[in-house]
């Protein structure tokens, strides 16, 4: 059967606080709302969704910026789980299979939760996802009747012992498209909160004589998101479940709790991740490499035998190949750095290229930037340059050049040319001798009568 996901994200998260619409604050990285439609991509749906309202602009912009087929509807008003739903139907329409139901601010559901849900449609024709809840939360509550689920209560509508019943909603619902839409064509507002409850199909159906059902999961996979605090517990819980991941896919991590991960971050096997190391969006990081403490990646590959940090920086577009050292305090961005070359201490490397087994010496600078545009810095094969080179880009290095340190280039250096561009040394015997005395002599006379 063919799904199509529909996520729900029109509302405003009041708590937060914020600006921002809720769902587009992130966790490892992402906007929530783009784990919630990786989630929902596993079932490789035909159709995906977004019924957006607050921030629509922005939340239309990265749902499209994830995922450029999902289609964005508007919610003006927000009138309950139950009319977001209904505001989708034109674009699903055609539409025969199966209809997911996810919330944008519950970013955690596994993939596995949701082949249980479609595995358990084939018996039912709502199947709805629910957890064991402390009974404190104000979640819907499920009314079963052995398999069968006869209702789902808000908590703002429910009895004393409706409110004992501690087996939640979720928010996560499926069923057939059209079944979906009849049913919803029968709900009203008619409750505590005057909204249209998506809920409420649970009801509209056993009354039709159609059989629901809950799967269960954990409760952290359906944690929601309303405040700041929840966010952070949100991070914490996503960085708890990716490093564990990483481990049991043999990464090293010496002091997990200090490895951050992003969404989308890649390590091979066999690589040592030591402490306090970030990974921001899109690193992949190769087999047998060592990532040494507090370095900081975003947008970086590395391949194989690479050693990186302590305290390096590695920025967007940087590429290193194989067995390439980036020492401390190095910062590279947009730079291709070839195979087994060494770029040890101090430098910035940026809009750079660096050829083979070339080695940059200390403090030195790719000075990219004019002020108002970029300039590109290549450096060939086996090249040497000298500690505090300054190059002044655009500007080639050939292979198996040098440059001598404190040189600053603003010419292009042949292969196997030796620059030299540093004003000449002087040196004036018994000088400092001199100079010394000078000063001491000087310092001795202010000195003089004070205690
Ligand atoms: C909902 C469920 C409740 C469940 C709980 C789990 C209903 C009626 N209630 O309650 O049973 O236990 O989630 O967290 O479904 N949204 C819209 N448009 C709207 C209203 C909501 O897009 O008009 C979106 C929100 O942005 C959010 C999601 O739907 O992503 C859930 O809405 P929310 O108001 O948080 O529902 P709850 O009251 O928490
Ligand atoms: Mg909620």
Known sequence: MSTALVILAAGKGTRMNSDLPKVLHEIAGAPMLV?????????????????????????????????????????????GTGHAVMVTREALAGFEGDVVVLFGDTPFIQPETLQRMTAARA???????????????????????????????????????IRQINFCNSGVMLAKSDVLFDLLDAINNENASGEYYLTDVVKTANDAGLTATAVSCDETETMGVNSRAHLAEAETAFQTRARAALMAD????VDPNTTWLSHDTVIGRDTVIEPHVFFGPDVTVESGVRIRAFSHLEGAHVSRGGVVGPYARLRPGTELAEDVKIGNFVETKNAIIDEGAKVNHLSYVGDAHVGEK????????????????KHKTTIGKNAFIGSNTMLVAPVTIGDDAMT?????????VE??????????????PNMARKLFEMLRAKKAKQTKGKV
Do not use: W
């Open 250 to 253: 043999g990464v090293t991590l």
């Open 358 to 373: 070339s080695n940059i010496g200390a403090g030195t600078i790719t000075c990219n930037y004019d002020g108002v545009l």
């Open 35 to 79: 784990h919630a439609m990786k989630a929902g991509a596993t079932l490789d749906p035909e159709r995906t969704v977004v019924v957006a309202g607050h921030g629509f602009d922005a939340v239309q912009a990265a749902a499209q910026d994830h995922d450029p087929e999902a289609q964005v509807v508007l919610q003006a008003e927000q009138n």
């Open 415 to 428: 292969d196997g040319a030796l620059a030299l561009a540093r004003a000449q040394q002087v040196s004036k």
């Open 123 to 161: 018996d039912h024709a709502v199947v709805v996802l629910g957890f064991d809840a402390d009974t404190s939360e104000k979640y819907g509550r499920l009314v079963m009747e052995d398999d069968a689920l006869k209702a789902i209560v808000e908590y703002a509508d429910a009895s004393e012992d």
């Open 404 to 412: 001598a340190s404190g040189s600053v280039i603003t010419k292009s």
